[in-house]
């Protein structure tokens, strides 16, 4: 069983930044992928990044040269730096990871961004 737990969430200002952080735990050795998607209030839910075993990534276009993802495999966490914060970019921001055959989901965090 894998684990997946974000954090980092919480309130900023159109411009600011926030870095949200995604735990994997469990066994986590045959996870191939690990990507951030976000679901914004009454809307569905759409890809921000992805990040592969090795090592390459890709951004949904609204994310483009405004977010950073990256990991840090000695503590088993991903990361997403965003920056250049909109409004539009309010959403719950959910981790998820895939581990052999199998798909695993965070609960998620809140992203609220006000002008």
């Known amino acids: 069983q894998v684990r997946v737990k974000e954090s980092g969430g919480g309130s900023a200002q159109a411009g600011g930044s926030l870095k949200l952080s995604c735990e994997l735990s469990?066994?986590?050795?045959?996870?191939?992928?690990v990507g951030w998607y976000r679901q914004p209030p009454g809307q569905e839910r759409g890809m921000v990044s992805t990040l592969n075993s090795d090592g390459t990534t890709s951004y949904g276009d609204y994310a483009k040269g405004r977010f950073i993802m990256s990991r840090d495999n000695a503590e088993n966490t991903v990361y997403l730096q965003m920056n250049s914060l909109k409004t539009e970019d309010t959403a719950l921001y959910y981790c998820?990871?895939?581990?052999?055959?199998?798909?695993?989901w965070g609960r998620g965090t809140q992203v609220t961004v006000s002008s």
């Open positions: 998820a990871a895939v581990c052999g055959t199998r798909q695993f």
């Open positions: 469990g066994q986590t050795s045959r996870c191939t992928m």
